[in-house]
C-alpha cells in the first residue's frame, strides 16, 4: 500500500533563516506530488505542484520553491524565511482520481 | 478565476442533529467533486467523491453529498451527527482532463459536536 512521509513534524526557526522540508512517498511510482499551506479559514491553498522529476510548478508567488530530485521525493524550500511564511504545510499524492495527504508540518517562523 | 465556496466557517451541533454543509463552486467545465476531513490530529482523508452517475454519493460514516449541476453545489450531509464526526470539512473541486490533477479547496468549515 502506499504512504506518504513528511518531516519534520513541528519546526521553529527565526526569521531569514534558510527552510527545508521534506516529503516521501512509498508504494506507487511516478505520482503527481503537491505542497499546500493551510491557513485557519482559508483552507487550503496549492504552492506547488509536480507531475515528474525536475518538473516543477508554481501557483502562487511567494519566498518558497520546491524541487523533485527523485520520483518520491518533494522538497519545500526557502532561502530567507518571512514571518508570514508560517503555517500548517501538507504534502499530497495523486493517482489518477483522488489527492492523498501526508500528515503536515508545522512551521512557526519567530 | 476558478474558486470553490464554503459559506459555513463555524458549525455548532447537539448529536443527532441534522447537518448540511453547503460547497458551491465556478468552474465552467466538466468537474470532479470531493468531499476532505480533518479530525482533530489526524491527516487529511476522503470522505466521498463524485465523477459521474448518480448525483447522490455516499461516503464514510454515514455522509452522503449530492451534485447539482444547475446549481454548481455539492452539499454534504448526514441525518443525525455523532460527537466523533467533530472536524474540519473541506470541498474540493477539479477540472477533468486537468493534467496535473490538482485541486481547488474551499476555506473549510469547522464542525462541532456537543454531546
Known amino acids: 500500500s502506499q504512504t506518504i512521509h513528511q518531516w519534520p513534524a513541528t519546526l521553529v526557526q527565526p526569521v531569514g533563516s534558510p527552510l527545508s522540508l521534506e516529503c516521501t512517498v512509498e508504494g506507487t511510482s511516478n505520482p503527481n506530488l503537491y505542497w499546500y499551506r493551510q491557513a485557519a479559514g482559508r483552507g487550503l491553498q496549492l504552492l506547488f505542484y509536480?507531475?515528474?522529476?525536475?518538473?516543477i510548478s508554481s501557483e502562487v508567488p511567494q519566498n518558497l520553491s520546491a524541487s523533485r530530485p527523485q520520483d518520491r521525493q518533494f522538497i519545500l524550500s526557502s532561502k530567507k524565511l518571512l514571518l508570514s511564511d508560517s503555517g500548517f504545510y501538507l504534502c499530497?499524492?495523486?493517482?489518477?482520481?483522488?489527492?492523498?495527504f501526508g500528515p503536515g508540518t508545522r512551521l512557526t517562523v519567530t | 478565476a476558478q474558486s470553490v465556496s464554503q459559506h459555513n466557517h463555524h458549525v455548532i451541533l447537539s448529536e443527532a442533529a441534522s447537518l448540511e454543509l453547503g460547497c458551491n463552486y465556478s468552474y465552467g467545465g466538466t468537474v470532479n467533486l470531493f468531499w476532505y476531513v480533518q479530525y482533530p490530529g489526524q491527516h487529511l482523508q476522503l470522505l466521498l467523491k463524485?465523477?459521474?452517475?448518480?448525483?447522490l454519493v455516499k461516503g464514510i460514516k454515514g455522509f452522503e453529498a449530492e451534485f447539482i449541476k444547475s446549481k454548481f453545489s455539492f452539499n454534504l450531509r448526514k441525518p443525525s451527527v455523532q460527537w466523533s464526526d467533530t472536524a474540519e470539512y473541506f470541498c474540493a473541486v477539479n477540472l477533468v482532463h486537468n493534467a496535473g490533477n490538482m485541486l481547488t479547496f474551499g476555506g473549510g468549515t469547522r464542525l462541532m459536536v456537543k454531546p
Open positions: 509536480s507531475v515528474g522529476i525536475g518538473q
Open positions: 463524485y465523477f459521474s452517475g448518480d448525483p
Open positions: 499530497a499524492w495523486s493517482d489518477r482520481y483522488e489527492q492523498y
